[in-house]
């Protein structure tokens, strides 16, 4: 069964570094989300893409923030500057029909 | 923002017995609703969907009851089995093309007890 993966499963790093998370979405997909959750925190939507764009942002996705799809499998989210509130679990999904299927996701962990 | 609510944090049932997980929405504009369950260190897994223009929707031993007048839909579990031990989320979205962000619960955590 497909499934979309996500590496690495833990990253940590310094704040103000820079970060990419990588993500496979399922092949025959074409709306993907980034998600992340924040310890004890609901899961929060941050960014939707489709046909190489951004579809919709939240406010979390400031401009430190980017995706691309640059392969046409990867589906990466950059965090250009990271900080202590960036500490989060981020979920990679791709959508089929009306679902959303998800991969493992990173622990990012910001020091 | 407490567009979508999960209002019991935790749930505990025998095995064999239902289980009823509910959630609770403010957003007249949903029109899609899921269920998700999650295990530790794991990603949200789809279990069931429901869309606006039902009021049930069942797969298996899961179904979605959706009351749209109380803007309330729950998630039954027959029969609970130990393996469903986890964390149960709740999420909605509202049509904008097919791009569908989903706002979601805080979820509960179900403990299905042999």
């Known amino acids: 069964e497909p499934e979309v993966t996500q590496t690495p499963s833990h990253q940590v790093t310094q704040m103000g570094q820079e970060v990419i998370l990588r993500c496979v979405p399922i092949?025959?997909?074409?709306?993907f989300y980034w998600y992340r959750q924040i310890l004890g925190q609901k899961v929060e939507f941050l960014v939707s893409f489709y046909n190489n764009e951004i579809s919709e942002k939240s406010e979390i996705f400031d401009d430190q923030f980017s995706v691309e799809r640059p392969d046409g499998s990867n589906f990466t989210l950059k965090i250009r500057s990271t900080k202590l509130e960036d500490s989060a679990m981020y979920f990679c999904a791709s959508q089929g029909y009306n679902e959303q299927f998800f991969g493992p996701g990173t622990r990012l962990t910001v020091l | 923002d407490q567009q979508v609510k999960q209002n019991s944090p935790s749930l505990s049932v025998q095995e064999g017995r239902i289980s009823i997980l509910n959630c609770d929405y403010t957003?007249?504009?949903?029109?899609?609703f899921l269920w998700y369950k999650k295990y530790p260190a794991e990603g949200p897994t789809f279990l069931i969907s429901?869309?606006?223009i039902k009021d049930k929707n069942e797969d298996g031993r899961f179904t979605v009851f959706l009351n749209k007048s109380a803007k309330h839909l729950s998630l039954h579990i027959v029969p609970s089995q130990p393996g469903d031990s986890a964390v149960y989320f709740c999420?909605?979205?509202?049509?904008?093309?097919?791009?569908?962000?989903?706002?979601w619960g805080l979820g509960t955590s179900l403990a299905v007890n042999p």
């Open positions: 429901i869309s606006s």
């Open positions: 092949s025959n997909h074409l709306y």
């Open positions: 957003n007249s504009m949903f029109d899609y």
């Open positions: 999420a909605a979205s509202e049509a904008a093309g097919n791009n569908r962000k989903l706002i």
